[in-house]
């Protein structure tokens, strides 16, 4: 079976510790694709119910010292794959120094962010611009920065840019096409991230995990990319998941 009708027949439980702004969309889509979302985010049930998930999403975005806590015990409590989006890591050192501390506590099955967050924590230094990467580099240099991030924290590295590069090891997997008004919508790093934990919850592989995510998202915002406005393309994406998921065909790593 293909794991988009794996993801329709098990309806995998997604923990979702997700920012304020994405977070409705990252259930939305969730839903569309055949998965269960659930965004606990009270201290007092966090970690069980990350314990008991198929898979654990953890988005740093819209931060708070609490929020921070809930991710590092959901973290070390997760039984399954955990897939890790720090966003706008860049945006402050409080933020960057909380991100390490996460990757010192446990050790994420996917690490989903964009070229800027990369570099900041390749070189501790901070880059971006908020939670957007304005970094410019070549494909070779995107390709060295995600094989760098993999091997620093042990994990499969999803850098996205204008070709999502996956990499683990000696594996590399890269993801084109898709669409550019994906970078006008809120949340759309986001959602993939969430896309991630329901693919890894399915697939054994993380990084044939990873650019199966990455892959279906570029495929939905190609068919999306027709609508009008922000507006319609946002609502289209979540159509186009519905759609392309009831077909169940995955796009496989090369």
């Known amino acids: 079976m293909s794991s988009l009708s794996m993801i329709r027949e098990k309806r995998p439980l997604v923990h979702c510790v997700t920012n304020l702004v994405a977070a409705h969309d990252c259930a ?12 606990a985010v009270a201290p007092q049930e966090a970690a069980e119910i990350a314990a008991s998930s198929a898979a654990l999403v953890l988005n740093t975005g819209t931060p708070t010292q609490e929020r921070f806590e809930v991710c590092l015990r959901c973290g070390q409590s997760a039984q399954g794959p955990v897939v890790l989006d720090p966003v706008g890591i860049g945006a402050s050192a409080w933020r960057l120094a909380w991100v390490e501390r996460l990757l010192d506590a ?13 570099l900041a924590l390749l070189t501790g230094e901070r ?4 939670v ?17 991030l993999a091997v620093k924290y042990r994990t499969t590295v999803l850098l996205t840019g204008p070709v999502d590069i996956i990499t683990r090891g000696g594996v590399l997997y890269e993801a084109e096409g898709g669409s550019p008004r994906l970078a006008g919508i809120t949340g759309s790093g986001c959602m993939l991230s969430a896309l991630c934990g329901a693919f890894a919850a399915v697939e054994p592989d993380p990084p044939a995990a990873a650019y199966r995510a990455a892959a279906f998202w570029r495929a ?20 186009w998941a519905e759609t392309l998921s009831l077909q169940g065909d995955d796009t496989e790593p090369v």
């Open 28 to 39: 939305s889509l969730l839903l569309a694709v055949g998965a269960s979302p659930i965004m």
């Open 106 to 118: 446990f050790t994420p099955t996917i690490l989903r962010l964009n070229l800027g967050e990369a």
């Open 127 to 130: 880059a971006g611009r908020g």
């Open 132 to 148: 957007d990467s304005g970094a410019e580099a070549t494909m070779d240099q995107r390709r060295w920065a995600a094989a760098d």
């Open 220 to 239: 939905c915002a190609a068919q999306a990319s027709q609508a009008p406005g922000p507006g319609s393309f946002h609502a289209a994406l979540l159509d």
